[in-house]
């Protein structure tokens, strides 16, 4: 929208159908505007200012394209690691879900955690260790599906 407004999570209701989802997605939509896929960006920053609703991002083909791109590369990614970094990953992503709960009691829902001020490590699950498979992306497969081998 002109004049810089951002849409807030009640507006992806429309999609996710739940607060917790709406504001995954709108941490997930902020961190894709600024990545490094110039597809994704365009995407994420026009249902950001409104300018396309989140159903119309998620069905355009070209959008899809590009996010099921990005997502097959970190499937690969994960799957080139190793087992110690794998399990160093989940051992990181349960101390990050661990923060985020207490962050969550602690604080309203307003909070975004998606954003790290200057000179400040991340504390999600994505840092890197300074390991693992293309793209740096070493050190960052959470548990479950894609944990410990």
């Known amino acids: 929208m002109p004049d810089g407004r951002e849409v807030d999570q009640a507006e992806l209701l429309d999609v996710t159908k739940d607060e917790d ?18 597809k994704l960006r365009e995407m994420a920053r026009g249902v950001l200012r409104g300018d396309l609703t989140a159903q119309q991002a998620f069905t355009d083909p070209e959008y899809t ?4 791109s990005g ?5 690969r990614a994960g799957e080139q690691r190793s087992d110690a970094e794998a399990r160093e990953a989940g051992e990181r992503f349960g101390e990050w879900q661990q923060e985020r709960r207490t ?12 954003r790290t001020a200057p000179g400040q490590q991340p504390t ?23 944990g410990p081998r």
Do not use: C, I, M, Y
Not at 65 to 68: E, G, I, K, N, V
Not at 71 to 75: D, T
Not at 124 to 146: N, Q, V
């Open 124 to 146: 999600g699950p994505w840092r890197h260790s300074g390991t693992g498979g293309a793209g740096g992306l070493g050190g960052s497969r959470p548990a479950g599906g894609f």
């Open 65 to 68: 394209s590009a996010l099921f």
């Open 103 to 114: 962050e969550g009691e602690g604080e309203g829902e307003d909070q975004d955690t998606s």
């Open 21 to 38: 989802r709406a504001r995954s997605l709108l941490r997930a939509l902020r961190t894709l505007s600024t990545g490094p896929d110039p």
């Open 71 to 75: 997502a097959a590369k970190v499937r």
